[in-house]
């Protein structure tokens, strides 16, 4: 089996719950072949050959994010001089393109593609989640989405996670390999 998981994240809490995701899928499956790929790399061949292809990224004005609300978070950082600690270092492909943009350029699911969807967001009744756009964008190109929209909890806008929310993005992860078994 060969999963992608594609992720988009300015602070690290996204690509953390990516790198998550992917060790749940290899716990569950040993023998998957799985890579981790920022969704600011582009689509690539990779897509292609996937059994299984997982998205995530931030809720940004709660939907997926969009250059300016990227940039707003990159600038709001920036200025931001109240937060405890130091400043979490920014990701490499913070500035995008980001998972909205991937997915435009997302070529149609090959015959049974299988997908699931993530996101990360505050936990708040009215956080809105990107998960569930992309994974309606994932169903439009064909993919089978497997699971529900998901979305793991930040304590802040620039993080970090949540307590447990890395253990819960493994188990999540984990229990989207029995649906790829042919
Ligand atoms: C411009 C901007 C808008 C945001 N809007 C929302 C929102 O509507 N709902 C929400 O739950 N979180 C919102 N957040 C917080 C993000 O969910 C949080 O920054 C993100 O999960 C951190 O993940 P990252 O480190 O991978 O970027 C927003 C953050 C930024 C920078």
């Known amino acids: ?52 292809v997982v998205v995530g990224g931030p809720t940004h004005m709660w939907r997926t994010t969009s250059p300016r609300s990227r940039r707003m978070g990159l600038d709001g950082a920036a200025r931001n001089t109240k937060r405890p600690g130091p400043a979490p270092p920014v990701e490499p492909g913070a ?16 015959d049974g593609a299988m997908a699931a969807a993530f996101d990360t967001r505050l936990r708040s ?11 309606r964008r994932l169903r439009r190109h064909g993919y089978v989405v497997v699971a529900p929209p998901t979305g793991f909890v930040v304590a802040g806008g620039e993080g970090p996670l949540a307590p447990g929310e890395i253990e819960r993005a493994r188990s999540w992860a984990a229990s989207l390999v029995p649906f790829t078994a042919h």
């Open 125 to 135: 009744r009215v956080s809105g989640g990107a998960a569930r756009s992309i994974a």
């Open 1 to 52: 089996m060969h999963a992608l998981v594609v992720y988009e994240s300015l602070f690290g809490n996204t690509h953390a719950v990516a790198d998550a995701v992917a060790d749940g899928i290899r716990q569950a499956d040993p023998d998957a072949e799985v890579t981790v790929v920022p969704a600011a790399a582009g689509a690539g061949d990779q897509v292609r050959t996937a059994d299984l």
């Open 95 to 110: 500035p995008g393109p980001g998972v909205r943009e991937w997915l435009a350029s997302l070529p149609g699911a090959t």
